[in-house]
T-cell receptor
């Protein structure tokens, strides 16, 4: 299957700092990438849809000024958690659409805000 | 009523057992149905991808979709300890590439040696 690389796999930061998470499609061009958030024992909740070269579309209740998404190329999307707080601690996962219309996921990033 | 319902389990079976995992949904517009396997603190891995009603088999895995009942299933034959993971059903109205998926909560499966 297609490879979606997500980095870093885990990050610990102080409250008030910003954290950037990268999502790369390694062997295909992803016109659309999705960002999800997952709390323990919960399902994936879609945060935003990212299309290359355009502004991201955020789901209801997701603060666009807090979760900045940039999809600057067909192989890279970034999620920046700005002014992170302990309640932002979660598992963040990106996914990218594959040309045959299947969706593949990155390995996830565990964010812990102290 | 949630769009997708999935029993979170946990489900514990002995090695070699047949496992049945299920999801129900309420949105009749869903046409694409997927099963993902997720190991702890990892991203989901696509197992099965089906369109509309019917069966699809891939090795020890069989996916079934019954749109009339709004019910999908994943069967795992000859289950192995390595199958221990959380299984997520997902579905979308349009083709998965650019359509957002709606996920079930996931069922945690443990296969005991």
């Amino acid at each position: 299957g297609a490879v979606v690389s997500q980095h870093p796999s885990w990050v610990i930061c102080k409250s008030g700092t910003s954290v950037k998470i990268e999502c790369r499609s390694l062997d295909f061009q992803a016109t659309t990438m999705f960002w999800y958030r997952q709390f323990p024992k919960q399902s994936l909740m879609l945060m935003a849809t990212s299309n290359e070269g355009s502004k991201a579309t955020y789901e209801q209740g997701v603060e666009k000024d807090k979760f900045l998404i940039n999809h600057a190329s067909l192989t890279l999307s970034t999620l920046t958690v700005t002014s992170a707080h302990p309640e932002d601690s979660s598992f963040y996962i990106c996914s990218a659409s594959y040309p045959n219309e299947k969706l593949f996921f990155g390995s996830g990033t565990q964010l812990s805000v102290l | 009523q949630k769009e997708v319902e999935q029993d979170p389990g946990p489900l514990s079976v002995p090695e070699g057992a047949i496992v049945s995992l299920n999801c129900t949904y309420s949105n009749s517009a869903f046409q694409y149905f997927m099963w993902y396997r997720q190991y702890s603190r990892k991203g989901p891995e696509l197992l099965m991808y089906t369109y509309s009603s019917g069966n699809k088999e891939d090795g020890r895995f069989t996916a079934q979709v019954d749109k009339s009942s709004k019910y999908i299933s994943l069967f795992i034959r000859d289950s192995q300890p390595s199958d221990s993971a959380t299984y997520l059903c997902a579905m979308s109205q349009g083709r998965g590439g650019s359509e957002k998926l709606v996920f079930g909560k996931g069922t945690k499966l443990t296969v005991n040696p």
